[in-house]
């Protein structure tokens, strides 16, 4: 099934961020690690930043 606006979240997890990371290195490669992504998440979430993701199909 093709997802749709309603299976969009918010990252408000340090694992949710942490399985972001494939993508988000692809579109941000001066992030340095995954560790560097959630640091950087921890910070910039106190100036209203967020990360959106669709997460994964959940297998039958």
């Given at each position: 099934?093709?997802?749709?606006?309603?299976?969009?979240?918010i990252a408000r997890?340090?694992?949710?961020?942490?399985?972001?990371?494939?993508?988000?290195?692809?579109?941000?490669?001066?992030?340095?690690?995954?560790?560097?992504?959630?640091?950087?998440?921890?910070?910039?979430?106190?100036?209203?930043?967020?990360?959106?993701y669709i997460p994964?199909?959940?297998?039958?």
């Amino acid at each position: 099934m093709k997802p749709t606006i309603a299976d969009v979240r918010i990252a408000r997890e340090e694992a949710e961020v942490r399985r972001c990371w494939n993508a988000y290195k692809e579109l941000r490669p001066q992030v340095a690690s995954e560790d560097d992504l959630v640091e950087r998440w921890r910070v910039q979430t106190r100036e209203g930043f967020r990360i959106a993701y669709i997460p994964p199909p959940i297998s039958d």
